[in-house]
């Protein structure tokens, strides 16, 4: 079965962020989206229902695996003992209550898991949820912060290296007191010491901070200090199991070396979330400066919206008043009416393709007139595009290309269309917007500008979209370029 659609979306915007699909929607959020279509994925809280299923799927296979072979052991001894059936029954439902409570508490827990996810995400409704949503970049940098990290905390602190050196000073004492319990001793602290990093990465895994206000704050030295002592302890153990000790002719005691790795691959396996955390926040900077610096670009191309385009316009229109004064008057509206739509497209973030094409039929009705009966234009827009939200200046923008770099240059007549439309063919349906063109086409124009337009669209798409919009261009035929836009459709309800 199929994800809903804005589920799919949801899998692929949080992947940019190294959210891996299936913590957004693990492999049964589809079997619980055919029962409940609308149910928002886990990080979003889901329905009861999701996590009563998901507490199903928990209990099951175990319960039923016990429940067979227990099944088979009574049908063996059924004859020898005829009583026992009721015994049996009893166990199984003492199975069944056991794997009940542990599918419940594991239900629990990955809701509440994906709670704190989502909070530390700062994710918005499901409701309010799009695709161009990008996490808090100040949160993110928050949450790289070593007190965040229990084990992580530890690293390069001073009071933890003195209580280290404090732990291996008394192993020493223990050794030279008692060398034959030595090994004993080590492999007690060892233990006690793996305990307590399952402690401080289960507090690191449920969002937990230290408990200090700041960093070194006075609430964490009791953790400093214990964890400080207990890793010199162990690394003295280990360094007497594995060799000093034997070296004296004690017999090797490996355990002590086993729980002393079991603790390393739990700090190594803090330190690699630390780190993965630490990029995330870095990927989401430099996105972030990236959409700034696009959105410097496009404040400079809304300052210096086609100055050429509407000079020409004027000047034209200075013309056409002396000798035509009704064909001035409809390229007064129609400059009128490109001026009123380019300003209120540059005070917003987004527009609706519907204000776009408007924006779009006013710039070519004033081509229109000063090209003459040489330029055809084709409008096309699907009602059910209409209101789909854009960044503004984009189609108008590869409107723009079209026109100055292809049908200008281009002697004789020349076509334009620009079609809008919602594209469900694929797994999930896009906003398909083109602007084709039967220009001089690819490398014949000597003079097609420097391509920051087409750039700068790049890297707006990017900033809102991330990877889940692009733009292509095309031959068209028989001559020509085919521009086309391919963005995520967004929930309008």
Known sequence: MQLPDKVQ?????????????????????????????????????????????????????????????????????????????????LWQA??????????????????????REAAVLELPSWEHFHAGWRPSLQNLRHRTEPYHYWLRSLWNDALVHRAGAFGLL???????????????YGEGIAIAYVALTVVGFTRTHRRKPLPAGTFGGEHAVGWRVANGFWIGSVVAATVWEAGVGQLLGYPPGYNTVYFALAAAAIHVSEWISFAQQRDLALRVERAEQNRQLAEVRLQVLKSQIEPHFIFNTLAHLKTLIKTNPLSAE?????????????LKALREERVTVAQEFELVRAYLALAGLRMGQRLHIELELQSEAAKQPIPP????????????????????????RVHARIDDSGSSPVLAIQVKDDDVGFGENQSCGTGLGL?????????AYGTAASLTLAANTPAGVIATLRLPVQNQS
């Open 170 to 184: 008394s192993f020493v004492g223990v050794v030279i007191l008692s060398s034959t319990k030595a090994g004993s």
């Open 393 to 416: 200046l984009i189609v108008h923008t590869l409107v723009e290309n079209a026109i100055k770099h292809g049908i200008e240059p281009k002697v004789g007549d020349g076509s334009i």
């Open 455 to 463: 750039a700068n669209i790049r890297e707006r798409l990017a900033s």
């Open 9 to 89: 979306t949801a899998a692929q915007v949080l992947q940019q962020f190294d959210m891996r699909p299936e913590r957004v929607a693990p492999f049964h959020t589809d079997s619980s989206c055919a029962f409940a279509r609308g149910t928002p994925p886990p990080l979003w809280g889901a329905s009861t229902g999701y996590w009563d299923f998901h507490a199903w799927l928990t209990e099951c296979p175990g319960a039923l695996s016990v429940m067979a072979v227990g099944y088979m052991a009574w049908r063996e001894h059924a004859a020898d003992a005829p009583g026992r059936w009721t015994l049996a029954f």
């Open 330 to 342: 409809d390229m007064a509206d129609e400059l009128s009416d490109f001026l009123r739509a380019s």
């Open 94 to 115: 003492v199975i069944w209550t056991a794997a009940g409570i542990f599918g419940w508490a594991d239900a629990c827990e990955k809701r509440r898991s994906a709670a």
